[in-house]
């Protein structure tokens, strides 16, 4: 009875709680939205001197020669805009704000997800699902409530870049994709303002400091934007943290240098670091170029353009969509838990990675990875012929056995699929038929199996 | 005839993907008629070590978009591009640029 009445008791202690919670989350969200709405304009005004408290907080760089009270009330009137707020934008406004910097600005469209606190060290789990530029301001603010943090939680666009860069006195590109590396980089050069630019992937970064003191920019060293199937974002390539927290700092050096008027290191030179390697790499780069279409003799970007329809991509770095097949050449994974249920003789194909099926799989697939399909690997093809040839039997006499291209999300399978009725109508292979599955593993996990984990 | 020459060739940013992940090359660039280029290197590399797609390399007779090409760890923009003359023990750096953070 006892017990009965102690779960009783733990139940109404539990709503209650649940009760405080659900109201303190809407409280949460009227005041994050409050924030959005107090966008500051002015510039920061001249500081004469450090209070007691500021010389106490920052006394540990207030002695070094080379900064001491005069770079500290530099810092502390500097505005640095913070363009993205993932892996390199968290640890560079984290040092930004711990050593006095006046104002950072925080732009970011994105939502805090569960893969992203890996690496990006401002988001906590509480505010998954709240936007990074609020959870990043509300970050700093508990760590240097003197810093005034300014969260834009949108998208930086040709429309709004221009002014916002011509707010801040620094800017630093911690974007992830390309159209808007080039959107930052023309908006600095169009307002005057130095780029502080780094970026990494897997177990690489990079670094150099853009459009500072007759330097080069980003255009004259890249011109052209790289072809859209070259570019690798890090959800598909992946990333280590510890190198984009490595990266971001690195990055806060140059903004703080700049900033204290010390002079950056990196204008024109690349910084090269290979976390793998264990080893870090300068590079000469070329000069400004007086042909630059940003900043040369006769620019012609005189105002902010299309950037995606200049790069032929998205200014997100979320996954695309292919369309490689006609419809009647792919199924949902509702139509393939169908056909699984009934027991069809068919053959289920992972073209994923080694690494990838190593987090999950379906146990009834055979793997061979999209990459040694494209190379024709001899080994593979065999695998993939004998599996053909077992399964085989079941199906109706001179019927062709099913065969059902799975990947991540779909893209990848699209591929595959090419790539087998190719080599069937080379003879290379039995006759088949292939579809792949739409979505792949990941709408397997949303809309079938929620216990298959999702990366 | 230029006679042979050894060269490092080096792949980073994720470029060694088409090289079998393998970043550092230590080459020897047979004795030809005409003096060794990059121009003539990236046909060699070409033939002689790209195991992927060309296309996400070479773009016509130079490197695609995006790909940083470094002489001695300078910019090859200050040493004259596809015209500059191989020396033997140089070493060429072919950068991908990165865009993730």
Not at chain 1, 313 to 317: G, Q
Not at chain 1, 447 to 450: A, G, L, R, Y
């Given at each position: 009875m006892a017990a009965s009445e102690e779960v009783l008791a733990l139940k109404a202690e539990v709503a209650l709680r649940e009760k405080e919670l659900s109201s303190l989350k809407q409280k949460l969200a009227a005041a994050l939205l409050a924030e959005q709405e107090s966008v500051p304009v002015s510039p920061l005004p001249p500081k004469a001197a450090l209070s007691r408290e500021e010389i106490l907080r920052y006394s540990r760089q207030l002695v070094l020669p080379e900064l001491g009270v005069r770079g500290q009330l530099r810092l502390a009137t500097a505005s640095v805009l913070v363009v993205g707020c993932g892996g390199l934008g968290c640890p560079l406004a984290q040092y930004l704000a711990a050593a006095g910097v006046g104002r950072i600005g925080l732009v970011d469209y994105d939502v805090v997800e569960m893969s992203n606190l890996a690496r990006q060290?401002?988001?906590?789990?509480?505010?998954?699902?709240?936007a990074k530029a609020f959870s990043a301001a509300a970050s700093l603010r508990r760590l240097n409530s003197a810093v005034e943090c300014v969260p834009y939680a949108q998208a930086l666009t040709p429309a709004t870049a221009l002014d916002l860069v011509r707010r801040y006195d620094v800017v630093a590109d911690c974007s992830d994709n390309v159209p808007t590396r080039y959107l930052v980089n023309d908006a600095c050069v169009l307002a005057g303002r130095p780029l502080v630019s780094a970026s990494a992937l897997r177990f690489e970064g990079q670094l150099t400091v853009y459009h500072y003191d007759g330097g080069p920019c980003y255009r004259c060293v890249f011109p052209q934007p790289p072809p859209v199937e070259t570019v690798t974002n890090c959800a598909d390539g992946g990333v280590l943290g510890v190198v984009t927290g490595v990266l971001g700092c690195l990055q806060a050096l140059e903004v703080l240098k700049i900033a204290a008027r010390l002079g950056p290191s990196y204008s024109g030179s690349l910084l090269l670091f290979d976390a793998l390697g264990g080893y870090f790499r300068s590079i000469q780069l070329r000069k400004r170029r007086p042909d630059c279409a940003a900043c040369g003799e006769q620019p012609t970007v005189t105002d902010l353009q299309d950037y995606e329809a200049f790069c032929g991509?998205?200014?997100?770095?979320k996954c695309r969509s292919l369309q490689l097949l006609s419809p009647k050449e792919r199924v949902s994974v509702t139509d393939y838990q169908r056909l699984l249920d009934s027991g069809t003789p068919h053959l289920l194909l992972d073209v994923r990675p080694q690494v990838e099926v190593d987090i999950c799989h379906l146990p009834h697939a055979l793997h061979i990875p999209l990459k040694h399909l494209e190379r024709r690997d001899a080994k593979g093809l065999k695998l993939l012929g004998e599996a053909i040839r077992e399964r085989k039997?079941?199906?109706?006499?001179g019927a062709a056995l099913p065969v059902y291209v799975i990947c991540k999300l779909g893209n990848d399978s699209q591929k595959a699929v090419k790539i087998l009725q190719a080599l069937t109508e080379a003879h290379e292979l039995d006759a088949l038929t292939v579809q792949d599955v739409v979505g792949g593993l990941m709408a397997w996990a949303a809309?079938?199996?929620?216990t298959f984990p999702q990366y | 005839m230029a006679a042979p020459l050894s060269v490092e060739v080096e792949f980073g940013g994720g470029a060694e993907l088409l090289f079998?992940?393998?970043?550092k090359h230590q080459v020897t660039l047979p004795g030809q008629e005409a003096p060794w280029d990059i121009r003539s290197l990236l046909v060699w590399i070409k033939k002689n070590l790209l195991r992927e797609r060309p296309d996400l390399f070479i773009q016509g007779d130079s490197v695609r978009p995006g790909i940083l090409v470094l002489i001695n760890d300078a910019d090859w923009e200050l040493l004259g591009e596809l015209d500059y003359q191989l020396q033997d023990q140089d070493s060429v750096l072919f950068i991908s640029t990165l865009h993730g953070g």
């Open positions: 060290v401002l988001h906590g789990e509480a505010l998954a699902g709240q991509s998205s200014a997100t770095d039997p079941g199906t109706q006499e809309k079938i199996d929620e | 079998d992940g393998v970043k």
